[in-house]
């Protein structure tokens, strides 16, 4: 079994900047990737950025120059620079681990973008 838990979400405002964390427990043998996906209200959820165990990573179209992904594997956690936010941005994002036979799911962490 593996646990992610998020933590970083917040109020904030129109650019300004947020890191999520994403603290992975439990066996990393064979980990695929790790991933940023959000659910805004009414919306289905979307990928935001994505990280492979190799160190690629991808990015919507819609945060690309914005957002950066990274990892720290001595402690397990990937996290999420979010900058130039917009009121779009605001969701709630949930951290992904991809294994070859499932994926896992934190809980989520809200992030609201306002003034």
């Known amino acids: 079994q593996v646990q992610l838990v998020e933590s970083g979400g917040d109020l904030v405002q129109p650019g300004g900047s947020l890191r999520l964390s994403c603290a992975a427990s439990?066996?990393?043998?064979?980990?695929?990737?790790m991933s940023w996906h959000r659910q805004a209200p009414g919306k289905q959820r979307e990928l935001v950025a994505g990280i492979t165990s190799g160190g690629r990573t991808n990015y919507a179209d819609s945060v690309e120059g914005r957002f950066t992904i990274s990892r720290d594997n001595a402690k397990n956690t990937v996290y999420l620079q979010m900058n130039s936010l917009k009121p779009e941005d605001t969701a709630v994002y949930y951290c992904?681990?991809?294994?070859?036979?499932?994926?896992?799911w934190g809980q989520g962490t809200q992030v609201t973008v306002s003034s």
């Open positions: 992904s681990a991809s294994f070859p036979l499932r994926n896992y």
């Open positions: 439990g066996s990393m043998f064979r980990i695929l990737g």
